[in-house]
């Protein structure tokens, strides 16, 4: 595939997480979400309604953190933070899983949690994300995640909150979406820094990147393109195959 701007842009969640970003800061970032026309902003939680009213009509999604950074809030916790951010006017929801109880094998109280999650969002019109932070578990434990996902009919499947002690791989990118039905997507986030590295994700099947980098990678990708340069994912996928990646 030949990526047009649009192509890369549109699969780009701004992410707006920083604990020491302040409200100007924040304000910020979703101007220039607007500006560069990316999917969507992912915001701290308290800051929901601000973007909704900076990106309505824009075309540009508000999304928010549940159980963010470590998946260990109570299951009542999170389904509340979850109503709180919808009714903020929040439509996508990235939730940490319950790390502790999936490397425990507890799989009844996990699936429990991110169905009753997925239910209320669906419910709502929004999309359901669910962060695995694979730094901390095996490719069984990421496997049973995916097909739990699948199972209850959540929206994507994400790599990382990018507060762990590591980020999106390639090998984990391609474990997630061999192991996840084709209506489950796939999202990267976590040490996506490069456009490189951008297109590598997008050509092992990523619907959706988590950056904080966005206005340098997209400018970079303008100009890329202006110089009539062509990005091919094929020529990605082939590199890969060989042992390439970031």
């Known amino acids: 595939?030949?990526?047009?701007?649009?192509?890369?842009?549109?699969?780009?969640?701004h992410s707006l997480l920083g604990p020491a970003l302040t409200d100007d800061e924040l304000d910020a970032g979703c101007l220039l979400a607007r500006e560069y026309q990316v999917a969507s902003v992912c915001i701290k939680p308290y800051r929901v309604p601000r973007a909704v009213e900076l990106l309505g009509g824009t075309g540009v999604a508000v999304g928010t953190t549940i159980g963010f950074p470590h998946g260990g809030h109570a299951s009542a916790v999170k389904l509340s933070e979850s109503c709180q951010a919808l009714d903020d006017g929040a439509t996508e929801l990235d939730m940490v899983v319950n790390i502790g109880q999936v490397i425990a094998g507890r799989w009844g109280p996990v699936e429990e949690e991110i169905g009753a999650i997925t239910r209320l969002a669906h419910k709502r019109g929004a999309l359901v994300?669910?962060?695995?932070?694979?730094?901390?578990?095996?490719?069984?434990?990421?496997?049973?995640?995916?097909?739990?996902?699948?199972?209850?009919?959540?929206?994507?499947?994400?790599?990382s909150t990018g507060y762990g002690t590591g980020g999106a791989t390639l090998e984990d990118l391609r474990l997630m979406r061999r192991m996840s039905p084709p209506h489950?997507?796939?999202?990267?986030?976590g040490g996506v820094r490069t456009l490189e590295a951008v297109v590598e994700v997008i050509a092992v099947g990523c619907d959706r990147i988590g950056l904080s980098k966005t206005k340098d990678l997209l400018d970079e990708l303008r100009q890329r393109l202006d110089r009539g340069e062509q990005l091919d994912t094929a020529f990605h996928v082939e590199r890969t195959k060989l042992g390439g990646g970031y």
């Open 184 to 189: 489950v997507k796939l999202k990267a986030a």
């Open 129 to 159: 994300k669910l962060i695995f932070e694979n730094c901390f578990l095996n490719d069984d434990q990421k496997a049973r995640l995916c097909v739990i996902c699948g199972e209850v009919g959540a929206d994507y499947v994400k790599t």
């Open 1 to 13: 595939m030949i990526l047009t701007y649009e192509a890369v842009a549109k699969r780009i969640d």
